[in-house]
């Protein structure tokens, strides 16, 4: 492992240059360990996150309501695989293989976002994920975009440009519905009263509990603190809200004039630690899911590798 006191000096000040332009490093670039392992760390948590989170809306394909909304969803969680394929191949430039990331997926030594632990009994719930998901998704991920990582920052600009499209699909959904019959309506009423503080806790712990924000900053990894990218969303959030006639289930979020930004209760941490480290109510289904899907394509990987082999020689 090279640290920075056994490497030339010059590589160092060239990095830190780059990092202080806010340019950006590229894989053949000299970069310190620790930057290393943060963004495999964080773009294999990303990574992860779109394969899991195919699971609480491919619960739907089977059951959606008509084929336009099945072909729609369909097309929605294959991009989901999409973006999981480009953050793995931007994760294999940083020097690990696919394997080893799903099996640190597998086995727990990684983790993926909170929000995929959650059911999706109703519908609904297709729309709620594309409006409020997707939504926290884009606002974390749109800086990103600008993250000192070349292969990271460039596989965020058409991942963005998915999700947008995402969001705008699930706000649709959701409108439809509220149009629709009083059931339809208490049916999105009741999965934005279940989405929306797992939603907020996507964007991580409170920033004065986050112990790796302040040296992503530094790195130019993360352009903003997880606190900052929440209160965005929620202000982006309430009045889409009111357009869409739903009420968010927080008593004390209101605007605050001097702020300049919405007030809103305290999240639950201990219910996001305990999802987090495992305890939610899907993480159990999530992995041995993706662990059967992983153990099922195991001749596939073979038969690749055995036949990418041949070729070569
Ligand atoms: N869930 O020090 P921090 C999507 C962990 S993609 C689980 O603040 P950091 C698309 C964190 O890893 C959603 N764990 O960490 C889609 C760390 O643990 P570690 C995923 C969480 O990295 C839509 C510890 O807590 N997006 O939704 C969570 O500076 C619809 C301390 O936290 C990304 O991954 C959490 N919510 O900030 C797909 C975006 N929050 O690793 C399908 C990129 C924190 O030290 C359907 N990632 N932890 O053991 C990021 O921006 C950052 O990694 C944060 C966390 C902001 C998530």
Same mark, same amino acid.
């Given at each position: 492992?090279?640290?920075?006191?056994?490497?030339?000096?010059?590589?160092?000040?060239?990095?830190?240059?780059? @990092?202080?332009? &806010?340019?950006?490093? =590229?894989?053949?670039?000299?970069? !310190? +360990? %620790?930057?290393?392992? $943060?963004?495999?760390?964080? @773009?294999?948590? &990303?990574?992860?996150? =779109?394969?899991?989170?195919?699971? !609480? +809306? %491919?619960?739907?394909? $089977?059951?959606?309501?008509?084929?336009?909304?099945?072909?729609?969803?369909?097309?929605?969680?294959?991009?989901?695989? %999409?973006?999981?394929?480009?953050?793995?191949?931007?994760?294999?430039?940083?020097?690990?293989?696919?394997?080893?990331?799903?099996?640190?997926?597998?086995?727990?030594?990684?983790?993926?976002?909170?929000?995929?632990?959650?059911?999706?009994?109703?519908?609904?719930?297709?729309?709620?994920?594309?409006?409020?998901?997707?939504?926290?998704?884009?606002?974390?991920?749109?800086?990103?975009?600008?993250?000192?990582?070349?292969?990271?920052?460039?596989?965020?600009?058409?991942?963005?440009?998915?999700?947008?499209?995402?969001?705008?699909?699930?706000?649709?959904?959701?409108?439809?519905?509220?149009?629709?019959?009083?059931?339809?309506?208490?049916?999105?009423?009741?999965?934005?009263?279940?989405?929306?503080?797992?939603?907020?806790?996507?964007?991580?712990?409170?920033?004065?509990?986050?112990?790796?924000?302040?040296?992503?900053?530094?790195?130019?990894?993360?352009?903003?603190?997880?606190?900052?990218?929440?209160?965005?969303?929620?202000?982006?959030?309430?009045?889409?809200?009111?357009?869409?006639?739903?009420?968010?289930?927080?008593?004390?979020?209101?605007?605050?004039?001097?702020?300049?930004?919405?007030?809103?209760?305290?999240?639950?941490?201990?219910?996001?630690?305990?999802?987090?480290?495992?305890?939610?109510?899907?993480?159990?289904?999530?992995?041995?899911?993706?662990?059967?899907?992983?153990?099922?394509?195991?001749?596939?990987?073979?038969?690749?590798?055995?036949?990418?082999?041949?070729?070569?020689?």
């Amino acid at each position: 492992m090279t640290t920075v006191d056994d490497v030339a000096p010059e590589l160092v000040e060239s990095f830190e240059t780059t @990092i202080g332009h &806010h340019d950006r490093i =590229e894989p053949r670039d000299w970069m !310190p +360990e %620790g930057y290393r392992r $943060t963004l495999v760390r964080q @773009i294999a948590q &990303h990574a992860h996150s =779109e394969i899991i989170g195919m699971q !609480p +809306e %491919g619960n739907w394909l $089977t059951r959606a309501p008509s084929l336009r909304r099945k072909a729609i969803l369909l097309a929605k969680v294959q991009d989901e695989a %999409g973006h999981g394929l480009y953050l793995y191949s931007a994760c294999e430039t940083l020097g690990v293989s696919r394997q080893q990331l799903t099996e640190m997926l597998i086995s727990g030594a990684q983790k993926y976002s909170s929000i995929f632990n959650y059911p999706t009994p109703s519908w609904a719930d297709v729309g709620t994920i594309g409006w409020l998901v997707d939504g926290a998704a884009i606002c974390n991920q749109v800086p990103l975009c600008r993250t000192s990582y070349g292969p990271y920052g460039r596989a965020m600009i058409r991942i963005c440009k998915e999700e947008s499209f995402h969001q705008r699909q699930g706000y649709e959904l959701l409108m439809t519905m509220m149009r629709g019959t009083d059931e339809q309506r208490e049916m999105v009423q009741e999965s934005v009263d279940r989405f929306w503080w797992p939603a907020l806790m996507m964007f991580g712990p409170p920033d004065d509990d986050s112990p790796n924000t302040a040296q992503s900053m530094e790195w130019g990894i993360k352009r903003h603190t997880n606190d900052e990218l929440r209160q965005r969303f929620v202000d982006m959030s309430v009045p889409q809200a009111e357009a869409l006639g739903v009420t968010l289930p927080d008593p004390e979020l209101r605007w605050n004039e001097e702020r300049g930004a919405h007030d809103f209760g305290a999240i639950d941490w201990d219910e996001f630690w305990t999802v987090v480290k495992g305890g939610g109510p899907c993480n159990a289904q999530r992995i041995a899911h993706r662990k059967r899907a992983w153990d099922d394509g195991a001749w596939v990987r073979e038969a690749a590798t055995a036949f990418a082999r041949r070729s070569a020689s």
